[in-house]
């Protein structure tokens, strides 16, 4: 088994991952959590549209936001105080 230089291995796997963690936890904070409907329809559209928001907001963040201070935050914060 190869081992991997603890530098490069945390850099590119480990931040990675607890990057996507927090993308997961921000789609959440949008509409995600509150899946309460009694149909199954009614939570997979409610799951739509969150995905939807995160990644309008997401893409403005990337695209509109650059070069700002508000280029890293996060999509709730974005949601709330901006829009």
Do not use: H
């Amino acid at each position: 088994m190869e081992a991997w230089p603890a530098q490069p291995l945390y850099e590119t796997l480990y931040c990675a991952r607890g990057d996507m963690e927090n993308r997961i936890k921000e789609q959440l904070g949008l509409f995600a959590e509150r899946v309460r409907t009694e149909s199954l329809r009614g939570n997979q559209l409610r799951l739509y549209f969150s995905a939807i928001a995160y990644v309008l907001v997401a893409g403005l963040r990337r695209l509109v936001l650059k070069g700002t201070e508000w280029a890293e935050a996060q999509v709730s914060t974005i949601r709330t105080r901006l829009l």
